[in-house]
């Protein structure tokens, strides 16, 4: 049975900082391009991150570039967000994604129909 399961959200004040953990289980984890979503209330799902299944590509929103960081770590299943200089405007719940799929560019890895199996989400809350 596939699993994604996100964790390390919460409350944090404004410019601070958060770092979400995802686990896919039932897969072989580093055959998987791993991506982040998010959703407020309110609003559609929206693209964060994203990052191949080799590692060496990553993929940002605009609104993120230079705040957040995607990495993975094949040998703990785990890939994780690095959230800093957090924002009000950052407050969602983020959606962890995986995709066996192969594709390219940043076009393709902000399309959510491209990914295979989606987590429950985890909550952020930034504060102002």
């Known amino acids: 049975q596939v699993q994604v399961v996100e964790s390390g959200g919460g409350l944090v004040q404004a410019g601070g900082s958060l770092r979400l953990s995802c686990a896919l289980s039932g897969r072989t984890f580093s055959n998987y391009a791993m991506g982040w979503f998010r959703q407020a209330p309110g609003q559609e799902r929206e693209f964060v991150a994203a990052?191949?299944?080799?590692?060496?590509?990553?993929y940002y929103a605009e609104p993120v570039k230079g705040r957040f960081t995607i990495s993975r770590d094949n040998a703990r299943n785990t890939v994780y967000l690095q959230m800093n200089s957090l924002k009000p405007e950052d407050t969602a719940a983020y959606y962890c994604t995986a995709s066996f799929k192969r594709g390219f560019g940043v076009r393709w890895y902000q399309t959510d129909d491209n990914y295979n199996y989606w987590g429950q989400g985890t909550q952020v809350t930034v504060s102002s």
């Open positions: 990052i191949s299944w080799t590692g060496g590509d990553t």
